[in-house]
């Protein structure tokens, strides 16, 4: 069975980088041919996808970011993460780690907020 679970603070100040860990379980994230991405939802909007990283490492970023999203991956932990840099309070939202669209995390809501 497989699972994801988002953590990071809950709390982030704006101008400073947002970083979540997902961590997988049941599967590696090496396992081909999965990829494996970041979503968010923002209260009151839709979801939005941020960036992606594939089985063999291979990430591509969402252009809506304007290259202050970057997504890598810690093999040896089983584990992706996102980073969003330079956050205003508009980065609020629920962020989900997501395996292709069909396994989700549960989500998790980070404030940016001083």
């Known amino acids: 069975q497989v699972q994801l679970q988002e953590s990071g603070p809950g709390l982030v100040k704006p101008s400073q980088t947002l970083s979540l860990t997902c961590t997988v379980s049941g599967v590696l994230i090496t396992a081909s041919p999965y990829y494996w991405s970041w979503m968010r939802q923002a209260p009151g909007k839709g979801l939005e996808w941020m960036g992606v990283?594939?089985?063999?490492?291979?990430?591509y970023d969402s252009p809506s970011f304007k290259g202050r999203a970057s997504i890598s991956r810690d093999t040896s932990k089983n584990q992706f993460t996102l980073q969003l840099s330079s956050v205003t309070p508009e980065a609020t939202a629920v962020y989900y780690c997501?395996?292709?669209?069909?396994?989700w995390g549960q989500g998790t809501l980070v404030t940016v907020s001083s």
């Open positions: 997501v395996r292709g669209l069909a396994v």
């Open positions: 990283i594939d089985y063999r490492g291979t990430t």
